[in-house]
């Protein structure tokens, strides 16, 4: 195990004071802090390796499409599959609709079924809801809970439907549930889906094998496991990426072009039109090796000793209402509640003039809260930097919205 206070120590941004208050950073689930390792690799490879690649006929030029390889190769590993079935994007949401675009529009028809769930983030759901605007889908959804569970009866149900593709969170962002993706997946492919994984919030604090987990496409960030901001990873079954048209086009992913028609290069060039922003595959290239150096159990460990710890103590504070299980051991990376009779932005505010940073709204869930029946809500999400000091400096500033509204 790690201790979470040297860790700390790598965090640079950790040492900021905000209005007077040394920072309690409870933001990991919109964006990760950065350790130096990985400002350090982005700074070094501007100022000794930085070119084009694939295009260089010249030293720096190589290197740059070696180092830009070779982070593929680390993403890869580090989640049990091939360099070639790695795809560098923008972020997760640019993943989801690369698969929505490039896989959705020709496998898709009138009247197919595309199954997802209510506890999605925006990014899995509002794509397939255009795509299936396009091809005439339909798009069901999965119910959530009281507990803050999917329905795993309802989810049966649904896959009677015979869905075409099942799109799956790993980890709720507002709920921080831990899903049963890899059940899941096994259930759809019976029904005869593809199935797609949101792990946004899953990767940065646990263990993660795509062929484990058996699912056709895997998507993640780079920003929230401690990597730079402008990078992602599109994660999917070689056969299944070959099958598939680009989803950009232009240079870098063609093999030939001719007046009237181009040819396609090999995956995953085919689905990386343009110029690649390497920095940010050198960037998360080392965030994995930083979190690799921690340890991926560690971390998971740290991350449920968090998590339940946020569970009790907030769960002593007699205006909060918690949202999702109970069980740290189901669940990752965030505790989430309302603080009754005070809108979750005015909370935030407050917490903000001491010092601490939490996210409020609906955290592009408005489905999930629609069906809560609440409008919006407060997030403290964690990484390996949080601590026990956090959550008490957390609760704590939670006494001052009393203060000021009386209740
Ligand atoms: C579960 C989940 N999926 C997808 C996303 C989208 O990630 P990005 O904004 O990096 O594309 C997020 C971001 O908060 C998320 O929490």
Not at 27 to 55: C, F, I, M, W
Not at 198 to 209: E, L, T
């Amino acid at each position: 195990m790690f201790d979470p206070k040297q860790v700390r120590k790598d965090f640079p941004i950790l040492g900021r004071v905000i209005h007077d208050k040394p920072l309690v950073y409870l933001d990991s689930g919109a964006t990760s802090q950065k350790p130096k390792v990985v400002l350090d690799a982005e700074r070094e490879y501007y100022e000794q390796h930085n070119a084009n690649v694939h295009r260089g006929a010249h030293t720096l030029g190589d290197e740059a499409t070696q180092m830009y390889q070779d982070a593929r190769s680390v993403v890869a590993r580090f989640i049990g599959g091939q360099s070639q079935e790695v795809v560098f994007v923008r972020n997760a949401t640019e993943a989801l609709n690369l698969v929505a675009y490039a896989w959705g529009l020709d496998s898709l028809r009138a009247g197919d079924v595309i199954l997802t769930t209510e506890m999605e983030h925006h990014a899995n759901l509002v794509p397939w809801q255009e795509v299936a605007r396009r091809t005439g889908a339909k798009v069901e959804l999965v119910k959530v809970s009281a507990q803050g569970l999917l329905d795993q009866e309802d989810y049966k149900r649904k896959l009677k439907l015979k869905p075409k593709l099942v799109a799956i969170v790993q980890v709720s962002n507002a709920l921080g549930t831990i899903n049963p993706v890899f059940e899941m997946t096994r259930m759809a492919h019976k029904a005869g889906a593809v199935v797609v994984v949101d792990g946004a919030q899953a990767i940065p604090h646990m263990s993660v094998n795509v062929n484990d987990l058996e699912c056709d496409f895997y998507v993640f960030s780079g920003h929230k496991m401690l990597g730079p901001m402008g990078i992602g990873v599109l994660w999917g079954r070689g056969n299944i990426l070959e099958s598939m048209s680009p989803f950009l086009t232009g240079g870098g992913m063609i093999n030939e072009v001719y007046a009237d028609h181009s040819t396609w290069a090999q995956v995953p060039e085919k689905f990386e039109a343009g110029t690649p922003n390497v920095a940010g595959a050198v960037g998360i290239k080392a965030a994995i090796e930083y979190l690799e150096g921690l340890g991926m159990d560690n971390i998971r460990k740290h991350d449920e000793d968090i998590v339940g710890y946020a569970l009790a103590k907030l769960g002593e504070v007699e205006q909060i209402t918690l949202l999702g299980g109970r069980d740290a051991s189901k669940r990752s990376g965030s505790v989430n509640f309302i603080y009754e009779g005070v809108h979750a932005h005015d909370v935030a505010t407050i917490l903000d003039s001491l010092g601490v940073a939490v996210r409020s709204g609906h955290h592009c869930t408005m489905v999930l809260h629609n069906a809560l029946g609440i409008t919006a809500s407060i997030r403290a999400s964690f990484n390996v930097y949080t601590i026990h000091e956090d959550i008490e400096r957390l609760v704590v500033a939670l006494g001052k919205v009393k203060q000021v509204f009386g209740r």
